[in-house]
């Protein structure tokens, strides 16, 4: 795998690693495997780390070491041996009250894809996702991949409020927005676990390179585990 | 212990300190001053030594901030051309001032430089979230509230204790004016965008526009196109060119989005997008192709050249010609 890999320039005080021009699980786990490592090589002229689909970005401080001892310490991450695996992650249950009134778009999405209601539901809860990255707004994580039956583009005119919670498609990903936000994704339910909570420890169910499975819950469940009904989702 | 009252917080007032770093897991964005050479000039003025570069200070865009104090603190305001009033008369910029109890502070609006900062000896005491008080408005993340401050505000100062006045000479401030030569670490994409259009990126003068804020800066100019429709997403550092497909570059600053899939074509060095984030719709801006090493030099030779600088001492109340 080393040989696919490339080091590029970023900016003044980042090198972004590629590990990949492709998301799949098993690159995913190898951006998790070195993001785990930098920390201890690079102390504390690690200055961040943004782990995403293919690719790591490392930040670094500038003023207290070089670029090239920051490319020898991604070098020795990239030569570690210890095996790693994809499936390494945290396995988060999440719950979805799914319906056309807690997903605006099921229907449409379901005629779309040549399926129905049920089957989409059923679907969506057969994947496990993993979590490739987060980013977007505090606590979106991007989950990969849906079933390709469920690929649908995003809606031609994003939303101008999408609900807190709202579980949602866009290609092949899938995501609970964490808080209220425009957004231009297909919503298909409801997820009442709260995706982003600053004054909780942990403020995040999942981290990058958990895994994710979704269970199907009914309104009054959803209501139960402290779900909020957002009112008309237009 | 002071307290400042906001009675207005003008176009737009912030709390920041030198931003929030290591929370990018959780998808939140590093925040802290868009001038930090100014900020760190405040602090500096307010004799808040080793916290010059991390204390809680106000960030003021565009000016009409008004605030009073119920006790005597030491306040410095720096950053770009806002008229500043102690009780109506005129006080400096880049300098200390003393503020008794009752005073109150205001910031005009600037015609020449947007942001101005507003430091308090002491810094402003501040609960932190994720390790850092930088408000974040679109994250609804810090300061007070995770909200831009608003009249009616209060916000806990040290009381004066005593302290040299100081002045940074008026050669060693920096220059605003209404262009900017970016600097820019050319890598990310780069090799994406054919010879001629790296050309005209480079050689183009390009304007801001009315999107220019804390997330980055949109720009207006010849359009330059990469060979890529997209790219997976990948994480964004500060200063990131960016090219959507209508080939208008934004860059990225202090409040961007971590992860995005535009091509990037390079990003500016930090030290630029101070001046940057001080210019206004309609200013003019050019870009210069740098290399990593040469940005390492620059930055070390700043760096080193500012622990040089010491601000003169003045008497209190001193007003330049």
């Not at chain 1, 790591?56 to 670029?67: H, I, K, M, Q």
């Not at chain 1, 209220?180 to 909570?197: A, D, E, H, Q, R």
């Not at chain 2, 565009?62 to 009073?68: E, T, Y």
């Not at chain 2, 990037?264 to 990593?292: T, W």
């Amino acid at each position: 795998m080393e040989s696919q890999t490339r080091i590029q320039v970023a900016g003044e005080n980042a090198l972004i690693i590629y590990f990949g021009s492709v998301a799949s699980a098993a690159i995913s786990a190898h951006v998790q495997h070195t993001a785990r490592l930098l920390p201890e090589l690079m102390g504390p002229h690690l200055i961040d780390l943004i782990p995403s689909y293919a690719s790591l970005l490392v930040l670094f401080d500038p003023l207290s070491c070089e670029p090239a001892q920051v490319c020898h310490w991604i070098e020795q991450a990239l030569e570690d041996e210890t095996s790693f695996g994809d499936t390494d992650g945290t396995l988060v249950e999440l719950p979805v009250w799914y319906s056309p009134e807690s997903g605006p778009d099921l229907e449409a999405l379901a005629t779309g894809a040549g399926l129905s209601v049920d089957e989409v539901i059923q679907l969506h809860q057969a994947t496990e996702y993993r979590v490739y990255a987060i980013g977007f707004a505090p606590g979106f994580a991007y989950l990969g991949e849906v079933d390709a039956r469920l690929t649908t583009p995003r809606l031609a005119t994003p939303r101008r409020r999408v609900p807190q919670g709202a579980v949602a498609i866009a290609d092949r990903q899938t995501a609970v927005y964490p808080a209220p936000s425009p957004g231009g994704w297909n919503l298909i339910g409801l997820c009442p676990t709260p995706m982003f909570n600053p004054h909780a420890s942990p403020s995040m169910p999942v981290s990058v390179g958990d895994r994710v499975r979704f269970t199907a819950i009914d309104r009054q469940q959803f209501l139960d585990l402290g779900g909020q009904l957002p009112g008309e989702i237009r | 212990m002071a307290m400042v009252e906001i009675l207005h917080p003008g176009l737009l007032s912030l709390l920041q300190d030198a931003g929030r770093f290591g929370q990018h897991r959780f998808g939140l964005t590093s925040g802290g001053p868009l001038d930090p050479e100014a900020f760190y000039w405040a602090n500096q003025l307010c004799d808040n030594g080793a916290h010059a570069g991390s204390a809680t200070a106000i960030e003021a865009s565009i000016g009409g901030l008004k605030l009073r104090v119920d006790a005597p603190v030491r306040v410095a305001v720096t950053g770009g051309e806002m008229p500043v009033t102690i009780n109506g008369a005129s006080a400096p910029r880049w300098q200390t001032l003393p503020l008794q109890a009752g005073d109150t502070l205001e910031l005009g609006y600037s015609k020449l430089g947007s942001r101005c900062y507003v430091a308090f000896a002491g810094g402003l005491q501040v609960e932190p979230q994720f390790g850092s008080t930088a408000t974040v408005v679109r994250e609804g993340i810090g300061g007070l509230r995770g909200a831009a401050l608003q009249k009616g505000d209060t916000i806990i100062a040290s009381t004066d204790t005593g302290g040299p006045c100081l002045r940074l000479p008026p050669a060693r401030r920096p220059h605003y004016t209404h262009r900017a030569t970016l600097r820019v670490v050319t890598g990310y994409q780069l090799e994406h965008f054919s010879r001629e259009q790296q050309r005209r990126f480079f050689q183009s003068t390009y304007e801001v526009s009315e999107r220019c804020d804390r997330m980055g800066y949109r720009l207006l100019g010849p359009p330059v196109q990469s060979q890529l429709d997209g790219i997976l997403s990948e994480g964004i550092c500060l200063g990131a060119v960016q090219i959507p497909p209508d080939g208008q570059p934004i860059v990225l600053l202090n409040d961007r989005q971590t992860i995005g899939g535009y091509p990037k074509i390079g990003s500016v060095l930090s030290l630029d997008l101070a001046r940057l984030a001080q210019l206004m719709p309609g200013d003019k801006v050019n870009f210069a192709e740098i290399d990593m090493d040469l940005a390492q030099r620059i930055l070390h030779l700043y760096y080193n050249f500012r622990r040089t600088i010491t601000p003169d001492l003045i008497a209190p109340g001193f007003t330049e010609e």
